[in-house]
């Protein structure tokens, strides 16, 4: 009967973990699922399938020491499977992303307008991003969407800390000059008219 209780305690606490998790990263993974897949529906389905993995992992007796880390490389295994399965789906498919929600704009005041323009570069970046090499664009979301450290995310993607420094290093490198080409065609393409 002793024994029966501490397992019972075991369990609970291993729940009690669980849905603290489910709290604590629902949100956060559902933004990644979203970024990486650019599907709301599909990414609400992966993030649903994560936590019943990781759930049914759990009740099978094995520990988490550490959920986000674990929620996360379940979720990017998903993800990589939902990638596979999109390689027969059209590419306009895969890379269809939502414009600006067409809201009322009745007063725009400096700084509204100055946030709507940052807002504009914000979503330009990730529409860069989009286009970036996938070991760059990983650890790029991984760390400024997610908020993710170094330490976390080599653990995550099983590489050193030193190669995800590196790899985000390069990676806002490569952006930021797809920033500035674009940026320079658009100054041209003004100059012209």
């Not at 729940?15 to 897949?37: G, M, P, Q, T």
């Not at 007063?107 to 330009?124: N, Y």
Request: hydrophobic share 40%; aromatic share 8%; charged share 35%.
């Amino acid at each position: 009967m002793v024994g029966q209780r501490k397992e019972d305690n075991i369990k609970g606490n291993h729940e009690e973990r669980f849905l603290k998790a489910f709290e604590e990263y629902n949100d956060a993974l559902f933004r990644h699922a979203f970024l990486r897949i650019s599907d709301r529906e599909r990414a609400v389905d992966v993030v649903h399938d994560t936590f019943t993995k990781v759930w049914a992992y759990v009740r099978n007796g094995h520990e988490i020491d550490q959920f986000r880390p674990f929620l996360y490389k379940v979720l990017n295994n998903l993800i990589i499977d939902e990638y596979r399965k999109a390689k027969e789906a059209s590419l306009d498919a895969i890379l269809a992303v939502e414009g600006v929600d067409e809201g009322s704009f009745d007063e725009l005041s400096e700084s509204t307008v100055e946030s709507l323009a940052a807002t504009l570069d914000g979503k330009k970046a990730f529409e860069m991003l989009h286009t970036m090499p996938d070991t760059y664009k990983e650890v790029i979301i991984l760390k400024f969407v997610d908020g993710l450290g170094p330490k976390e995310i080599a653990g995550l993607l099983e590489e050193s800390e030193n190669v995800v420094s590196v790899r985000l290093h390069r990676g806002l490198k490569v952006l930021r000059q797809m920033i500035e080409e674009a940026e320079k065609k658009a100054a041209d393409n003004v100059g012209k008219k």
